[in-house]
């Protein structure tokens, strides 16, 4: 097999289904299962019921324009504003309900209505346009979980300036870069903020991206967290800083006009990780994006306008971007928002947030459910809240973290939604309808109304369709919320996204198919289970192995509360995995730990798969968006030199792992 072959060992235990409650069923925003088969039919036409939940200053001509692809246009013709959307036409009918319950790390807390929210977008919209951004200006934000970062991305949206939030948590050098490659003249961040009690400076990560850029940076715009700025700022005369709350002053009570966008305008640059290192500004269009997130929030989350709904995840990211900010502001609903760590000031705060304001909708990724299974139940336990709806993001979520999820969380009343999308994809392609579709733990499940996802090998010809096969997802028709292409570079664009499996000499567009660069399944009871990216991979013994595969029949013991696996090289085996694990608190790292993680993995996939090495840590490596950094791991594992560590969120972290297996 080829080094990239994507044929891996898909053997995890049957899952048993979940009927949707039918208290949930009721209620929900769609219960007609016929729209499966409307959609199905494949014309772009039906996603203008998409659009439709949207207000628009001109209708569109074209649903779809495919004429030159990739470069899908999506309702030619059309103009709308974003902003205009997700605030201004609520104010009628709801300009006193509640936005954003935000709060504070320190305890601070904010009810900002929907026309507070008016008030302030187009106040720093003034402000915007006053240190000269103008239409179609890139406007890069570096702003943490403070009401400044929606009001920033929706005053730019205001004024039609795309925006480029970079998160909070990323290095100078990364913001360095980013303002490069989106050319920037004005940037927008903040003095400071907290992060387990801390306030912490961070203005000076800002004045060493500006050290570092290539462009010249005319200006910075600086929100502050408090009255004050942080003690540590400094502020003089000669720099590009201009304290946003001195121009406030003066925009106090203006009104801006939203300016009418062309749906294929683009909204709002985000930067992922690309297979040359260097970091992909994904373009994002205004009409088909915000109408795709729009629908997704209400057929998928399930949302209403009298909801109180909580993300909690980071606006710095897409998840933040589609499902706080755009699509639930669009529909009108409330939304909490919050500074911190999920575990400080105590582990129990984020169920004590959900009581306090009575949450209907939870949304969180796997990793965060891991590390709640690790605190235990008696923290949730402690607290008197009742989702009726929770969605899983950002990877595969291992069955035994579902069902806890499912009875510690949700009480066993709840639906659960696991969503399969990507930065690219700009919301959820592969996913449940929370009333329709029984729930299987470990499976993304369905595809979107409207969407075709297939699984592809590796000399890119379709496997047949519910064969339980393993392979390359892709996705073989356009969708409204997909990226139009990376900033300045659409032959990267076209490298990245479309070259392994489409014939780029074509100008059919059923010739040019989508890499969504995920291994999956696409089981015979129809649903998805995705693998993880394409190189989280093992070769052992002629087997080619799913890091997912292992870690999930790893964590199927019970004292284990997360688990990562990579490959060791082996020279009889070519590789064989190494399982580094965090145990539940309490437990004792003994024989019998080892013995039931080895028996489990024999068990699900086999015995050639057994671990060479069971490293018991108190962390692993992790981003500071939580997702596990493997290549670390890695390179501990094979004696190598640790590599880039400056994004993760403790770096001394797999220091400490290396010491460790250098000393057993």
Same mark, same amino acid.
């Given at each position: ?40 039919? !494949? ?7 998409? $659009? ?53 790390? *320190? ?19 003034? #402000?915007?346009?006053? #240190? ?5 200006? %890139? ?26 939030? %970079? ?22 961040? %903040? ?10 400076? &961070? ?52 009104? %801006? ?29 205004? !009409? ?93 336990? *402690? ?5 009726? &709806?929770m969605t899983t993001v950002g990877e595969p979520i291992q069955p035994e973290a579902w069902l806890w999820y499912y009875q510690h969380i949700g009480g066993e009343d709840a639906v659960i939604v696991d969503t399969w ?46 064969? !339980? ?40 567009? $059923? ?5 969504? !660069?995920?291994?999956?399944? &696409? ?16 070769? #052992? $013994? ?28 082996? $020279? ?47 962390d692993l490596p992790k981003t500071r968006s939580g997702k596990i950094m493997r290549r670390l791991l890695e390179n501990i594992s094979n004696g190598e030199e640790l590599g880039n560590t400056t994004t993760l969120r ?15």
């Amino acid at each position: 097999m080829s080094e990239h072959e994507s044929e891996l060992e898909a053997r995890l235990t049957a899952q048993e289904y979940f009927r949707p409650p039918t208290s949930f069923v009721g209620q929900a925003n769609v219960t007609d299962p016929a729209i499966h088969d409307r959609y199905a039919e !494949g014309s772009p036409d039906i996603f203008e019921e998409y $659009a439709e939940l949207l207000e628009w200053d001109e209708h569109w001509d074209t649903v779809l324009d495919d004429s030159n692809p990739p470069f899908y246009e999506w309702f030619t013709g059309g103009k709308l504003n974003a902003s205009y959307n997700c605030v201004d036409r609520h104010l009628e009918e709801r300009g006193n309900q509640t936005a954003l319950l935000w709060e504070g790390e *320190d305890g601070e807390r904010e009810r900002i209505a929907y026309q507070d929210l008016y008030n302030r977008i187009n106040e720093f919209a003034a #402000v915007l346009q006053e #240190v000269g951004v103008e239409e179609d200006d %890139v406007v890069t934000c570096h702003l943490p979980m403070l009401p400044a970062l929606p009001v920033t991305m929706l005053s730019c949206a205001r004024i039609g300036a795309p925006h480029s939030e %970079v998160f909070a948590g990323f290095s100078a050098q990364a913001l360095a870069d980013r303002i490069d490659d989106a050319g920037s003249d004005v940037v927008v961040t %903040v003095d400071g903020y907290y992060r387990r009690g801390d306030l912490l400076n &961070h203005k000076e990560k800002c004045d060493e991206a500006l050290e570092l850029a290539e462009s010249e940076v005319e200006t910075v715009l600086l929100w502050t967290r408090h009255e004050d700025p942080h003690e540590d700022v400094e502020l003089t005369g000669d720099d590009p800083y201009v304290l946003v709350d001195d121009l406030l002053a003066d925009a106090e009570r203006r009104r %801006v006009d939203p300016v009418s966008r062309d749906a294929e305008d683009p909204l709002f640059l985000m930067y992922t990780s690309g297979t040359t290192g260097q970091p992909k500004g994904c373009q994002h269009r205004t !009409g088909g994006y915000l109408s795709y997130v729009t629908a997704t929030s209400k057929n998928v989350l399930d949302i209403k306008p009298e909801d109180t709904y909580w993300c909690a995840a980071d606006i710095g990211w897409i998840t933040g971007h589609s499902y706080i900010v755009y699509g639930p502001l669009s529909l009108g609903t409330t939304s909490v928002m919050r500074e911190g760590t999920p575990d400080h000031p105590h582990k129990g705060i984020i169920w004590e947030v959900a009581e306090r304001y009575d949450v209907d909708i939870f949304h969180t990724s796997p990793t965060a459910v891991r590390m709640f299974m690790k605190w235990g139940e008696s923290y949730p336990a *402690d607290y008197d809240f009742d989702f009726r &709806h929770m969605t899983t993001v950002g990877e595969p979520i291992q069955p035994e973290a579902w069902l806890w999820y499912y009875q510690h969380i949700g009480g066993e009343d709840a639906v659960i939604v696991d969503t399969w999308w990507q930065t690219e994809t700009g919301g959820h392609l592969i996913t449940n309808l929370p009333a329709l579709d029984d729930m299987k733990p470990g499976s993304a499940g369905k595809p979107v109304p409207g969407i075709r996802p297939a699984i592809y090998d590796d000399n890119g010809d379709p496997i047949e369709p519910a064969s !339980g096969r393993a392979g390359n997802l892709v996705i073989e028709n356009p969708w409204p919320g997909m990226l139009q292409t990376v900033y300045g570079d659409d032959e990267r664009f076209i490298e990245e996204y479309w070259q392994a499996f489409s014939d780029t000499d074509s100008n059919d567009p $059923a010739d040019w198919v989508y890499k969504a !660069g995920d291994g999956a399944v &696409h089981e015979r009871d129809g649903y998805y289970r995705i693998l993880g990216r394409l190189d989280d991979v093992m070769n #052992v $013994a002629g087997h080619r192995l799913g890091t997912m595969e292992l870690e999930s029949a790893v964590s199927e013991v019970e004292d284990v509360a997360e688990a990562a696996v990579v490959a060791r090289e082996d $020279a009889e085996k070519g590789s064989v995995p190494d399982v580094y694990v965090v145990l539940r608190e309490g437990v004792d790292a003994d024989a019998n730990v080892r013995d039931a993680i080895i028996g489990s993995v024999e068990d699900e996939i086999g015995a050639f798969a057994r671990p060479h090495s069971i490293i018991v840590v108190e962390d692993l490596p992790k981003t500071r968006s939580g997702k596990i950094m493997r290549r670390l791991l890695e390179n501990i594992s094979n004696g190598e030199e640790l590599g880039n560590t400056t994004t993760l969120r403790d770096p001394s972290v797999p220091e400490q792992i290396r010491d460790q297996v250098r000393s057993d």
